[in-house]
């Protein structure tokens, strides 16, 4: 029986834009912002960030060095904002419906001090933050471990007291999902920014049928 539900954040619970956050990155004396940026896993100083192998000061001194002057907080925060396009509203209304019938329902992501800082304020455009509508967040840079490898995930697991098999995840990076797969978790794999609310009612419905049957 499913319990335990695990969205990603960007591409899956936000739209997100890669070519906006290149934009913005360039736009701060990045130049090379497209070999820089990853749309799924932050490699070098961005990893680092991601990581919680160095903190967002220290990210802000390193990307300084990169540019050749010396950014302030609020440059590093707006651009690291470029990846937000919009947040649907389906989504976070699809969120609360689980979180109202009873499942365990968390956010699990690769992320920064800079962009929670931002979902921290007013995450859905009514003033909630992104706390709002999970039990649980679990991120990259406080686990000090990003997805794909496993121990994020077994974090996740002991945090929601939910079984590899009493949960779903949802992501839209491949090599997230396969490790999830390997752990014996069910998984959908939609496309970044696609409507991914249907696709999951059909899979709880089809574990549910399969319940019933045993």
């Known amino acids: 029986m499913i319990k335990n539900i695990a969205f990603d954040l960007g591409g899956v619970v936000l739209a997100l834009s890669y070519e906006q956050a290149v934009r913005q990155f360039e736009k701060i004396g990045l130049k090379d912002a497209r070999q820089q940026l990853d749309a799924f896993e932050q490699k070098g100083i961005f990893g680092d960030l991601e990581s919680g192998r160095i903190t967002a000061e220290v990210f802000r001194r390193e990307l300084s060095v990169l540019v050749g002057r010396e950014l302030t907080m609020d440059?590093?925060?707006?651009?690291?904002h470029g990846y937000v396009d919009y947040v649907p509203k389906r989504?976070?209304?699809a969120i609360l419906s689980l979180r109202a019938r009873g499942y365990k329902v968390c956010l699990l992501s690769n992320t920064n001090p800079f962009m929670i800082q931002w979902?921290?304020?007013?995450?859905?455009?009514?003033?909630?933050?992104i706390s709002y509508f999970?039990?649980?967040?679990?991120?990259s840079y406080e686990c000090k471990v990003m997805k794909p490898?496993?121990?994020?995930?077994?974090?996740?697991?002991?945090?929601?007291?939910?079984?590899?098999?009493e949960t779903i995840f949802i992501d839209d990076g491949p090599r997230n999902v396969k490790t999830a797969e390997e752990m014996g978790m069910l998984t959908l794999c939609p496309p970044n920014n696609e409507d991914w609310t249907a696709a999951l009612e059909d899979l709880l419905m089809s574990q549910s049928q399969l319940v019933r049957e045993y």
Do not use: S, V
């Not at 440059?75 to 690291?80: L, R």
């Not at 979902?119 to 933050?129: L, V, W």
């Open 134 to 139: 999970f039990d649980a967040m679990y991120l």
């Open 91 to 93: 989504n976070l209304e």
């Open 75 to 80: 440059e590093c925060y707006t651009a690291w």
């Open 119 to 129: 979902a921290d304020k007013d995450f859905d455009g009514e003033g909630h933050p």
């Open 149 to 165: 490898k496993r121990e994020i995930f077994e974090i996740m697991l002991k945090g929601q007291q939910a079984l590899p098999e």
